[in-house]
Nanobody, 124 residues
Framework: VQLQASGGGLVQAGGSLRLSCAVS????????MGWFRQAPGKEREFVAA????????YYEDSVKGRFTISRDNAKNTLYLQMNSLKPEDTAVYYC??????????????????WGQGTQVTVSS
């Protein structure tokens, strides 16, 4: 099982980044996926999630209207388009795969597969 996140970097406030998460080792198209982030000294927090088909998406309130989660099941890849970035978005971003059944995709407990993380730094 491998989840390889990429696309992070340094960007000025107001800029954009697109994160990708390439998945292998499990049936990507059958599971919900999510993005979480962890800033220094803080707990890992939910950012966005998407169901297996891409028809259902969920966002943390502070990123609604700025971030868009999507997936390409043919390419086994998860995406997070991040626009209007703010300094408080600075964190390591992790992609994660949920189980076949779940109750709350905002909870990290629902996810059993995690990528290594990609650093996003937003300067003011």
């Amino acid at each position: 099982v491998q989840l390889q996140a990429s696309g992070g970097g340094l960007v000025q406030a107001g800029g954009s980044l697109r994160l990708s998460c390439a998945v292998s080792g499990f049936t990507f198209s059958s599971v919900a996926m999510g993005w979480f982030r962890q800033a220094p000294g803080k707990e890992r927090e939910f950012v966005a999630a998407i169901n297996w088909s891409g028809t259902g998406t969920y966002y943390e309130d502070s990123v609604k209207g700025r971030f868009t989660i999507s997936r390409d099941n043919a390419k086994n890849t998860l995406y997070l388009q991040m626009n209007s970035l703010k300094p408080e978005d600075t964190a390591v971003y992790y992609c994660a795969g949920a189980g076949l059944s779940y109750r709350d995709l905002t909870s990290p407990m629902e996810y059993g597969r995690w990528g290594q993380g990609t650093q996003v730094t937003v300067s003011s």
